[in-house]
């Protein structure tokens, strides 16, 4: 396998500037996933690409898609869930932990762990697999993994710096997409209500107003809209934010609303 930082080569810069560009608009549409690949062709050949988080006790694939032809990638993310995840050790860059961020590139056969190879690649014909990793904690990764197919050749050095002049941009419109799209389903699908009582139920260490505080956190209110809404002050409104936060044991708001999910889901 093959690992290095992160850094944005230049190569195909008009070309790659113009894919951007139509990536961008895309964001929060609903085809977003389809047109990345489409976009992403237009710099080097891709079979399919998948967008996820492993490395925790949750693992979760956001986004997946495939190019001109049958679309096997929630086959093939189910044949990763039945056993392969839980020994998959393809993110490990070197002995200190993931690099981040950074691309990963390394073909079928250097997959490290033979069921993996076998129910994965193999089951589903992949050959090669290139990726933009970003650590999320000392265990989980994010990662966006564009794959080829036995039928395609393998990534040439040129391509290899495509992508990597390709990478930062990509990333960061996933991330906005996914950030747009969990906010869009928070704001439609639950109240403040709604949240404030799933965590009362499942977190009764938590003080009233820790709990309208977090209630509005997950929602995305800012710390000035917050304060707003409770009558409180600014100071106080982080407070209360911090101490749940310790309660809690998290640091983010994106580990808030992740604990919130998992939370809600197991209230169902």
């Known amino acids: 396998m093959r690992a290095w930082r992160l850094e944005g080569a230049a190569s195909d810069a008009a070309l790659i500037q113009d894919a951007v560009a139509k990536i961008v608009t895309g964001i929060g549409v609903e085809n977003f996933s389809h047109e990345v690949l489409q976009q992403v062709n237009r710099v080097m050949p891709v079979g399919c690409w998948s967008v996820y988080r492993v490395g925790g006790s949750q693992p979760r694939m956001f986004l997946s898609s495939t190019y001109q032809r049958k679309d096997t990638t929630a086959d093939s993310w189910r044949a990763y869930l039945s056993g392969p995840h839980l020994a998959d050790k393809s993110f490990i860059l070197d002995s200190s932990g993931v690099t981040s961020p950074a691309i ?56 290899l710096a495509a992508f990597e002049a390709l990478a930062p941009a990509l990333l960061a419109a996933v991330r906005r997409h996914l950030a747009l799209s969990l906010q869009s389903h928070l704001t439609n699908a639950m109240s403040v209500d709604a949240v404030r009582l799933t965590f009362q139920a499942r977190r009764p260490d938590l003080t009233e107003r820790e709990l309208d505080v977090v209630a509005r956190t997950v929602l995305g209110m800012s710390y000035e809209g917050i304060a707003t809404d409770l009558g409180l002050k600014l100071p106080t409104v982080k407070t209360y934010r911090n101490r749940a936060f310790d309660r809690l044991g998290i640091h983010f708001r994106n580990e808030l609303v992740r604990y919130y999910l998992l939370l809600a889901s197991a209230t169902k």
């Open 104 to 159: 990963t590139h390394l073909t079928a056969e250097e997959i490290p762990t033979p069921l993996h190879r076998d129910k994965v690649y193999r089951q589903f014909d992949m050959s090669e697999r290139l990726s933009v990793v970003e650590a999320e904690s000392q265990s989980e990764i994010f990662a966006l993994n564009f794959y080829r197919y036995n039928d395609q050749r393998l990534y040439s050095d040129h391509e």
